[in-house]
C-alpha cells in the first residue's frame, strides 16, 4: 500500500484546498474507506479461497464480463500504471543524483524487479518481504523526525480558512481520487489467496491490520509534509517529500531522504509485479484469447502475464504525464473496486470459517455511495482523464465480445451454487 501516493499526493491538494484541517480529513476518509473495503475482499477472499481477486468474485457472483472487465482493468492500468508511476517517480526523487526522468532507469527497475518474481515463490517472498520491511521502517523514521524537530515557521499549515469552504469545493472530492490511489493495495492480500497459508485466518488479518497501520501512518506523514513545507513550496509538486526534508534536514539529508524514497518505492512495484500476474492468470485460465497467459513454470509462477504486465508498464512509464495518469489508473481503480465491494452484498448465508463483515450492509453502502460520488465529481472536474478511463473498460468490453470462454457452463453453476 505505502507508495508513491503519500509521497506526491498532497502537493496537489494544496492547489486547490486552503485548509489543513480538510487535507487530513481526505486521508481518514480514504483510510476508513479502505477499511469498509477491506472487510468485504476479507468475506470474498475467505467464501472463494482462491487467487483472482475481483475476476473470480465479479465472474462467480455477477457475470462473467464484469470479471473480465476487472482483470482487464488490472492488466492495462489497474496493476500496470502504479508500477508505471512508481519507476516515473523514483526518477524524480533520484534527481539529487542527476537522474531525473531517466526512462531507462525506470526501465530497468521494471524489468529487473519482473525478474526477481519470475523464479520460486520463495525468492518472490523473500525480495518482497525485505523491500517492504524496509519501506515501513522508512516511513515511520520520517514521521517521527517531522514531529521531533522544529518545521518551517511559515509552512503549509492552515487551519484558519473556511473549513466548510473546502468540504463544498467539487475539488474536495477530485482530491479523493489522489487519496484512494495511494491506499491502492487494501486489497491486495485478496488476490493471492492459494498463495496464503491458513487463509481464513490470515486474509483478514493482512487486509484489516494493514489498513489500519497505513492509515494512521499516512494522516500523520500528510500532517509532517505540510508542517515542514511553505505552500509555494509544495502546491502542485510532485517532490513534495523531498521538498519538505530539504527543509527539515539541510540539503545533504533532504538528498539522502530522497535517495531512500527512490529505494523504497521498489517494494510498491515489486507487489504490483506480484499480485497483477495473478488477476491475469486467472482470467487466462477461462478465455480462450489469453490461454498463452495461462502458463505457468516448473514452479507454479505465472511467467507469461508477469512479462505482459512488465511490458505494459513500460509503455505507460514511457507514456502521458505523471498526474494524468494517475487520475484515469485512479478512476478505473475506483470504478472496479466498486463492483467488487457490491458483490458481498450477494454472499447471504456464508459457511462456517468464512469472515463475517461487520455491519453489512451498512458499511459496503456507505462504500459504494461515497465512492460514486468521487466518480462524478472527477468527471465533472476532470473530463479528459475520466474518458481515458471509460475508453479503457469500453475497449475492454469490445475484447471480451470477441473472445470465447471456456468451460462457461460450469461457471455459471459455481456462481449458482455459490450464491445459493
Not at 487551519?159 to 493495495?185: C, E, H, K, Q
Not at 509503455?315 to 457490491?342: C, D, I, K, N
Request: with cysteine; charged share 10%; glycine share 8%.
Amino acid at each position: 500500500m505505502i507508495g508513491t501516493g503519500v509521497f506526491t499526493s498532497v502537493g496537489f491538494q494544496l492547489s486547490s484546498l486552503q485548509n489543513t484541517w480538510s487535507i487530513l480529513l481526505l486521508w481518514v476518509a480514504g483510510g476508513l474507506l479502505a477499511l469498509f473495503g477491506a472487510f468485504a475482499y476479507a468475506e470474498l477472499g475467505t467464501h472463494f479461497k482462491e487467487s483472482g481477486g475481483d475476476y473470480i468474485y465479479l465472474s462467480r457472483l455477477f457475470h462473467p464480463i464484469l470479471g473480465y472487465l476487472s482483470a482487464w482493468a488490472g492488466l492495462t492500468v489497474g496493476f500496470s500504471a502504479p508500477v508505471a508511476l512508481a519507476a516515473m517517480a523514483i526518477t524524480k526523487y533520484l534527481a539529487p543524483f542527476g537522474l531525473q526522468d531517466n526512462k531507462w532507469l525506470a526501465i530497468g527497475i521494471i524489468v529487473l524487479i519482473g525478474l526477481m518474481h519470475s523464479f520460486t515463490i520463495k525468492h518472490s517472498s523473500r525480495f518482497h518481504n525485505s523491500s517492504t520491511l524496509v519501506k515501513v521502517l522508512f516511513i515511520l523514521v520520517l514521521i517521527v523526525l517531522g514531529f521531533a524537530l522544529p518545521g518551517s515557521p511559515t509552512n503549509a499549515i492552515n487551519v484558519a480558512a473556511p473549513f466548510t469552504n473546502d468540504l463544498l469545493n467539487r475539488n474536495f472530492a477530485v482530491s479523493m481520487i489522489y487519496v484512494s490511489f495511494a491506499y491502492t493495495g487494501w486489497n491486495a492480500a485478496a488476490y493471492v489467496a492459494d498463495e496464503i497459508d491458513n487463509p481464513k485466518k490470515n486474509i483478514p488479518k493482512a487486509l484489516i491490520g494493514s489498513t489500519l497501520f497505513v492509515a494512521l501512518a499516512y494522516v500523520l506523514f500528510q500532517y509532517v509534509l505540510m508542517k515542514n513545507g511553505t505552500r509555494a513550496e509544495l502546491q502542485g509538486k510532485e517532490e513534495v517529500t523531498f521538498t519538505a526534508f530539504t527543509n527539515l534536514l539541510g540539503s545533504t539529508g533532504g538528498k539522502w531522504v530522497s535517495a531512500f524514497i527512490a529505494i523504497q518505492l521498489i517494494a510498491t512495484i515489486s507487489s504490483y509485479l506480484w499480485v497483477g500476474p495473478r488477476v491475469t492468470w486467472a482470467m487466462a485460465r477461462e478465455n480462450k484469447l489469453w490461454q498463452p497467459l495461462a502458463q505457468n513454470n516448473s514452479h507454479g509462477l505465472p511467467v507469461a502475464a508477469i512479462w505482459l504486465h512488465v511490458a505494459i508498464s513500460i509503455a505507460l512509464a514511457l507514456s502521458g504525464r505523471f498526474e494524468q495518469v494517475l487520475l484515469y489508473a485512479g478512476f478505473v481503480l475506483q470504478v472496479m473496486a466498486m463492483l467488487t465491494v457490491a458483490t458481498s452484498l450477494v454472499i447471504k448465508n456464508p459457511e462456517p470459517g468464512v469472515f463475517k463483515s461487520p455491519l453489512k450492509p451498512l458499511l459496503q453502502l456507505i462504500f459504494l455511495t461515497f465512492n460514486m460520488a468521487v466518480l462524478v465529481f472527477t468527471f465533472i472536474s476532470r473530463p479528459l482523464e475520466s474518458l481515458i478511463g471509460i475508453g479503457i473498460l469500453a475497449v475492454g468490453v469490445v475484447v471480451y465480445l470477441f473472445d470465447k470462454p471456456i468451460n462457461l457452463s460450469s461457471i455459471n453453476q459455481n456462481a449458482c451454487n455459490w450464491i445459493e
